[in-house]
């Protein structure tokens, strides 16, 4: 058996454990982690900086770096993300539905664990712990294949998480870690049916098409984000400003950050040459189409592969268009699905852009930044769908569940 199947196995044998016990135990289990990660603290940071320092000398972007980066304010975020997990509505056993047939026969439909939750991602090592917490509390072991860049990182987390769980009831075989830098042991884990019930890339478009290539088990892609914002003609234009700055500049290298800017022509000239003057005193590179340029001379020109990119980086792509009606054929044309918003004061325009945007979060007069799941209140997220089944937009407890039928009956056969 191969060290990834051996490591599944285990996860598919914890799971049935973790079935079966209370919401009680399970919030033991994340406030014991919780303490364990205080505790070890100085042993996690030490290790991070290893990952840091490899990656400076591997050129790692500024921006990949900060997703890399660990600090005490970022372990007790986890910590309060393990908390929040706790305190949220064990959603396992929630009878969704209930009725009775007319033959007498009572029906629920029930939410239940998922079972194995297998998790493949980049950098960001708190995706280590978020995952941990929600797949615990939604009843699911999980098998865990970090990136090579976060190696020593996600290993100190995992031994933490391991060494909290050892004190409760649950299992620490709930929570598998393939310590490893082969991307083969990727192939094998993405090929384990029967041992894993959901396979959830989360990182850039490159890791995500390779998974869902690869995988013959289901998978939810998540996190590809070309985001939008519209400025419309009917926009306050101060509030536009403000939030433009928001969704690009509070943090580059995160999917729900605007990568492209949409501007009506008719507010162009007066708004435009402000707010790229804000953007580029914040460090940010602008790519603009040719009105653009014509209204600004000295920017770079865009490209068709600049409208499709997800930068993740200080690079903007700002085109002028006509209408609304161009504004979402642009956005259908590129988008990845993920967030879209619209700046205006035209209630009509705004009614219909949230409409006819085929994205899973579609803001009005807001940043692309609040599509997170703390931010929704589903306390820490897994990743955000861009599809469509089974979950959409971020994924919190519930989306972690699946569901069965309980049928009651009193003799009934069928006829």
Same mark, same amino acid.
């Given at each position: 058996m191969s060290v990834v199947k051996e490591l599944a196995s285990k996860a598919k044998g914890a799971s049935r454990i973790l079935a079966g016990l209370?919401?009680?135990?399970?919030?033991?289990?994340?406030?014991?982690?919780?303490? *364990?990660?205080?505790?070890?603290?100085?042993?996690?940071?030490q290790a991070n900086e290893l990952d840091l320092q490899n990656g400076k000398e591997a050129g790692l972007s500024s921006s990949l770096l900060d997703r890399l980066a660990l600090h005490e304010n970022r372990i007790q975020d986890m910590v309060e993300g393990l908390r929040q997990v706790a305190e949220l509505p064990d959603p396992v056993g929630e009878v969704m539905e209930s009725w009775t047939r007319s033959n007498g026969l009572q029906i629920d439909?029930?939410?239940?664990?998922?079972?194995v939750v297998g998790m493949v991602y980049e950098a960001r090592p708190n995706v280590t712990v978020d995952t941990f917490a929600l797949c615990l509390k939604a009843g699911s072991?999980?098998?865990?294949?970090?990136?090579?860049?976060?190696?020593?990182?996600?290993?100190?987390?995992?031994?933490s998480i391991k060494k909290g769980l050892s004190a409760t009831v649950v299992p620490t075989e709930v929570v598998q870690f393939v310590d490893s830098e082969d991307r083969k042991d990727v192939d094998a884990m993405l090929r384990l049916n029967g041992l894993l019930d959901l396979v959830i890339p989360r990182g850039g478009a490159g890791l995500i098409r390779r998974v869902v290539e690869t995988a013959t088990v289901p998978v939810i892609e998540t996190g590809v984000g070309n985001c939008h914002l519209f400025v419309?003609?009917?926009?306050?234009?101060?509030?536009?400003?403000?939030? @433009? @700055?928001?969704?690009?500049?509070?943090?580059?290298?995160?999917?729900?950050a605007a990568e492209s800017l949409l501007?009506?022509?008719?507010?162009a000239s007066?708004? @435009?040459?402000?707010?790229?003057?804000?953007?580029?005193?914040?460090?940010?590179e602008i790519r603009g189409c040719p009105a653009v340029l014509k209204l600004i001379p000295g920017l770079k020109p865009a490209s068709e592969e600049d409208w499709a990119t997800e930068f993740l980086?200080?690079?903007?792509?700002?085109?002028?268009?006509?209408?609304? *009606?161009?504004?979402?054929?642009?956005? *259908?044309?590129?988008?990845?699905?993920?967030?879209?918003?619209?700046?205006t004061e035209d209630q009509e325009a705004a009614e219909k852009f949230l409409r006819q945007v085929d994205a899973a979060a579609v803001y009005h007069n807001a940043s692309t930044r609040f599509t997170d799941g703390f931010q929704y209140g589903f306390g820490a997220e897994i990743g955000i769908s861009t599809q469509k089944l089974h979950a959409r937009g971020p994924m919190g407890l519930r989306e972690l569940t699946s569901y069965k039928y309980v049928v009651r009956g009193t003799g009934q056969v069928r006829s």
């Open positions: 209370d919401t009680t135990a399970k919030n033991n289990a994340l406030e014991a982690v919780a303490k *364990q990660l205080l505790t070890d603290q100085v042993s996690i940071l439909k029930v939410r239940v664990p998922m079972g072991a999980v098998l865990l294949r970090g990136s090579a860049n976060a190696l020593n990182s996600n290993r100190a987390l995992v031994a419309d003609q009917a926009a306050d234009t101060s509030m536009a400003l403000e939030i @433009l @700055l928001n969704a690009k500049c509070q943090r580059y290298g995160v999917c729900n501007v009506h022509r008719s507010v007066g708004w @435009l040459p402000t707010a790229v003057s804000e953007l580029q005193a914040r460090g940010v980086a200080p690079v903007l792509s700002i085109k002028v268009v006509e209408n609304l *009606q161009e504004a979402l054929s642009h956005i *259908q044309t590129y988008g990845t699905g993920h967030s879209e918003s619209i700046i």
